[in-house]
């Protein structure tokens, strides 16, 4: 899944795109480059961001997806908004991205309205805070036990499990010690037969590791890609998509699938 930011403040490439067509020929490229998927977000949710009102967010996020129509690979859009996943479905998005989970009813109401596909993120708090004192007496079980309660209610609500994605969240609501922990027992989120999504791209997380800032941090969120798909993702979420991709061919020549094995999910 490659990121398309259309943000004026996303951390890792903010102030990219001046305009639509732009930031659709960066979606283009990424496409030429092997993303099987792209995501397209208005919203930033980094640590601290400000919040971005519907309309502008609207004119942020439709003029691209309009202009990629007929690309040939699925649209994420990143959004926490009803307003906004309603409108992005009506152009043609296939999946949408809510770091909230759709546990905003009407959010819950837009997809159940729809056939699009979803992605149920874990998060602790709110971004503009949510990393001041993340605290977890157990992080990997209280994020899987909240991604099974979520899947169960959108379940219940009439989204079939074919359609949903879960995600642990990497980076919200989580210090260095959680991310880590979660990317070690990803594997135990393996559960249900949902596909696991992990965003670890250009994260802080890696930033500590490396002593890199965000456009530095290519070689170690290949590492955290590679590393999450050995743990059972079956979608990873990249900035750096040509460089994840020949990270992925040499994983798949050795190993001849993605995503969990079999005997092992539980
Ligand atoms: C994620 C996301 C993630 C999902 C962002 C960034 C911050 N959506 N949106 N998972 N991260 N599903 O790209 O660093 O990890 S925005």
């Known amino acids: 899944m490659g990121v398309v930011n259309v943000t004026p403040d996303s951390f890792s490439d903010g ?8 930031a659709a020929a960066y979606a283009r490229r990424l496409i030429e480059e092997g993303a099987d998927i792209l995501d397209i977000g208005g919203e930033s949710t980094r640590p601290g961001a400000a919040p971005v009102s519907v309309d502008e967010e609207r004119r942020r996020v439709l003029p691209v997806l309009e202009r990629l129509a007929g690309c040939g690979v699925p649209l994420s859009v990143d959004t926490r908004k009803p307003e906004v996943m309603r409108h992005a479905i009506s152009a043609g998005a296939a999946l949408i991205n809510d770091v909230s989970a759709l546990e905003e009813p009407r959010a819950l109401q837009a997809v159940t309205a729809s056939t699009v ?3 149920l993120m874990h998060k602790q ?4 805070t949510m990393q001041q004192n993340p605290h977890y007496d157990d992080v ?3 994020v899987r036990e909240y991604l099974e309660r979520r899947v169960r209610a959108v379940e219940a609500a009439g989204i079939a499990r074919d359609r949903i994605v879960i995600d642990p969240g990497f980076g919200f609501g989580k ?6 922990a ?9 559960f249900l037969g949902v596909p696991v999504l992990a965003g670890l791209s250009r994260k802080a997380m890696l930033g500590r590791l490396t002593g890199k800032g965000p456009a530095d941090r290519v070689h170690a969120s290949v590492a955290a890609a590679l590393l999450a798909i050995a743990e059972g993702a079956s979608i990873v979420r990249v900035h750096d998509v040509a460089a994840t991709r020949d990270a992925i061919a040499v994983w798949w020549a050795v190993r001849g699938t993605i995503g969990p094995a079999p005997a092992q999910t539980e």
């Open 15 to 22: 102030g990219q795109f001046g305009s639509a067509d732009a």
């Open 140 to 142: 990997v079980r209280e």
């Open 117 to 119: 596909a979803v992605c």
């Open 175 to 180: 210090d260095f010690e959680h991310n880590l």
């Open 182 to 190: 979660l990317l070690r027992g990803l594997r135990s989120l393996s």
């Open 125 to 128: 708090g709110e971004p503009q």
